[in-house]
T-cell receptor, first 112, second 113 residues
Framework: GNSVTQMEGPVTLSEEAFLTINCTYT??????LFWYVQYPGEGLQLLLK?????DKGSNKGFEATYRKETTSFHLEKGSVQVSDSAVYFC???????????FGSGTRLLVRP | EAQVTQNPRYLITVTGKKLTVTCSQNMNHEYMSWYRQDPGLGLRQIYYSMNVEVTDKGDVPEGYKVSRKEKRNFPLILESPSPNQTSLYFCASSLYASPYGYTFGSGTRLTVV
């Protein structure tokens, strides 16, 4: 079946460090891929998306590239800020399933 | 403001006492869905609804019921809650059954003792 696997956290970084959160997917076809962010006490917000192979999603300094050959969608940011501390979820969507399939989430803690 | 509103935000209840978590959206969305979030498991879909009077099971429907009598409302019903239903619940909606414009509510933290 379809699934999403992302690296376990927590990930602890110092401010201005480089961030990578790994995400891989399994699917019977070519899903659309997403990164969501959840700040403490809030719901999920869409961070970025990519709908086909080689697409690059970007927003607020975060980027992720849809890699069909490695079935991956790793999240990166060149210089993290304290305000980026949150839980990040990778997710996929197949039109045949009518649902977002989420990874387990990765907590990011950025220290000043 | 376009939003999905869930109530209550926090709820502590006892085993077996029926409860309803309400979800309402003001965006005229056709599609609505319920998820539960558990540590290490991410979010898992409980039920979804493609339109009024059309609902279907997600991945973890056991112990839950839903109804969709009006387009804007999609309540989640626990007829006889058990401690394993202690979780963080999210309602979401989108215009159609697609991930684009998917909007989440702020969540309901449920504790069953």
């Amino acid at each position: 079946g379809n699934s999403v696997t992302q690296m376990e956290g927590p990930v602890t970084l110092s401010e201005e460090a480089f961030l990578t959160i790994n995400c891989t997917y399994t699917a019977t076809g070519y899903p659309s891929l997403f990164w969501y962010v959840q700040y403490p006490g809030e719901g999920l917000q869409l961070l970025l998306k990519a709908t086909k192979a080689d697409d690059k999603g970007s927003n607020k300094g975060f980027e992720a590239t849809y890699r069909k050959e490695t079935t991956s969608f790793h999240l990166e940011k060149g210089s993290v800020q304290v305000s980026d501390s949150a839980v990040y979820f990778c997710a996929s969507w197949m039109d045949s399933s009518y649902k977002l399939i989420f990874g387990s989430g990765t907590r990011l803690l950025v220290r000043p | 403001e376009a939003q999905v509103t869930q109530n209550p935000r926090y709820l502590i209840t006892v085993t077996g006492k029926k409860l309803t978590v309400t979800c309402s959206q003001n965006m005229n969305h056709e599609y609505m869905s319920w998820y539960r979030q558990d540590p290490g498991l991410g979010l898992r879909q409980i039920y979804y609804s493609m339109n009024v009077e059309v609902t279907d099971k997600g991945d973890v429907p056991e112990g839950y019921k839903v109804s969709r009598k009006e387009k804007r409302n999609f309540p989640l019903i626990l007829e006889s809650p058990s401690p394993n239903q202690t979780s963080l619940y999210f309602c979401a909606s989108s215009l159609y059954a697609s991930p684009y414009g998917y909007t989440f509510g702020s969540g309901t933290r449920l504790t069953v003792v």
